[in-house]
């Protein structure tokens, strides 16, 4: 099998238990990525012993990077992605996993979208699922539609998820690593605010093994996951990307939905 245009980062942080679905899933791609990268953030379990069993036999190359200290999910990445010599570069999170056929599909959209440098799609309904389970290989939920999504699109809701998206790696924008929390919504609103869109397929063709928010991993830290938005919104302000008036209208939009989800997260409890 030919090796596609695409590499692959994974960052991971004692993610022993998860790891090898994900990395299955990418060995498991009917377009085979051209390298896979995982960034271990210094995991202090089994995590690099699991990567380097798994990886031994692989059909494709694999690098497993060591970052000495743990340095945020946003430095992970940039540290696999300044090593990428692909066209393309798609994010991968370590308790997440790929349809098959999802990386054939997007390098499809990619090609269709010449002009364009930022892909994403949807995820199927977040599922509890037995950490051994590889990712379906039913077909996938959704259809062939395309949205396109603006800056403004991003300050009303995140429309997608990081293990959906897949970029032209020459972008000269990377993960903002000065806060943990919302780092990936922060690239992609500084992509956007550049001029760019959104190529999102309505294709599920990720599925994510825990909630969207509220439930575990970074997205479990409600309050932090508000601050970090916040901060992505002061820096759009500071660099003219956005009004006056809309910072204030979307930082009220952004407080609403905040207190939202943590009445959602008591209910729930």
Not at 135 to 146: M, Y
Not at 211 to 226: F, R, T
Not at 238 to 248: F, K, S, W, Y
Request: glycine share 4%.
């Amino acid at each position: 099998m030919s090796l596609s245009a695409v590499t692959v980062v994974i960052p991971t942080f004692n993610s022993s238990a998860t790891i090898k679905r994900a990395i299955d899933s990418v060995f498991a791609q009917t377009a085979l990525p051209n390298r896979v990268i995982v960034v271990d953030n210094a995991s202090s379990d089994t995590t690099v012993e699991v990567v380097e069993k798994v990886t031994v036999n692989s059909h494709c190359d694999v690098e497993l990077v060591r970052q000495p200290r743990n340095g945020g999910p946003g430095a992970a990445r940039n540290a696999g992605w300044n090593l990428v010599e692909t066209p393309f570069v798609s994010f991968l999170d370590s308790d997440d996993s790929w349809h098959p056929t999802k990386l054939e599909r997007q390098l499809d959209v990619a090609k269709q979208h010449a002009d364009d440098c930022f892909f994403g799609h949807t995820t199927t309904p977040s599922i509890r699922s037995d950490t051994a389970n590889m990712p379906t290989t039913a077909l996938p939920v959704g259809s062939t539609k395309i949205d396109y999504y603006s800056l403004r699109h991003f300050l009303v809701r995140n429309r997608v998820s990081t293990p959906t998206v897949m970029l032209r790696s020459n972008l000269p924008f990377r993960f903002p690593t000065e806060h943990w929390y919302a780092e990936d919504y922060g690239l992609w609103t500084s992509i956007l605010a550049a001029g760019h869109r959104a190529v999102v397929h309505d294709l599920a063709l990720t599925t994510l093994h825990k909630a969207a928010w509220g439930e575990a991993g970074l997205s479990a830290k409600l309050d932090e996951m508000h601050v970090g938005e916040m901060l992505v919104l002061d820096a759009l302000r500071r660099d003219r990307a956005i009004g006056a008036v809309e910072h204030a209208v979307f930082r009220s939009w952004m407080t609403l939905k905040h207190r939202r989800r943590l009445r959602q997260r008591r209910a729930r409890a």
